[in-house]
């Protein structure tokens, strides 16, 4: 069972996001750290809003996480929802927050530079069907397939490092 830190005031925006959070914590290792809804401050502009960070062994993930009923197709851009809602790829905002935290991070902590951030989606829906084009299908799951994802340290492509030494300063950073 994972670790689970829930920040001072917050909770999980919706059932989703419910549902998701509790997955994790009870489908991953007791070596892995979960955190939902975190809210990290730039200058000059508004919060990002994190569904949840996961602090593995191996790297850092920004889980963003949409509850979207009926099925999912689209490409790196645009995906249908249900056959009849557009909706903008959240990959590409999640990968802009994945790359917003390590900055905070190194920010923070000198030497962090060398620790992978990966961003990914979670879809909170156990029955509709997902088929995606383009490279973001390779980081968009089912919310019960994404254990298996963040466990795979290979998934990175090298891009992983060791992050045990570092977990308890990731925690309180």
Known sequence: MAKLINLPG????????????SYLVDHLPGTYTIIPNVEIIQRGR???EYDIIVIAPHAIYVVEIKRWL????????????DGIHNRPNPWITANNKSRVLKSALESRMPGFKS?????????????GQINLRGNCRERVFRY????????DAA??????GDLRPQRANLENA
């Open 10 to 21: 917050t909770r999980p925006a919706n059932e989703g996001e419910t549902l998701v959070v």
């Open 46 to 48: 508004s919060p990002f």
């Open 70 to 81: 009926g099925g999912i197709q689209g490409d790196d851009f645009t995906w249908l929802v």
């Open 115 to 127: 620790t992978w951030t990966e961003a990914v989606i979670a879809i909170a829906d156990s029955d």
């Open 144 to 151: 019960t397939d994404l254990p298996a994802f963040l466990m």
């Open 155 to 160: 998934a990175l492509e090298g891009k992983n």
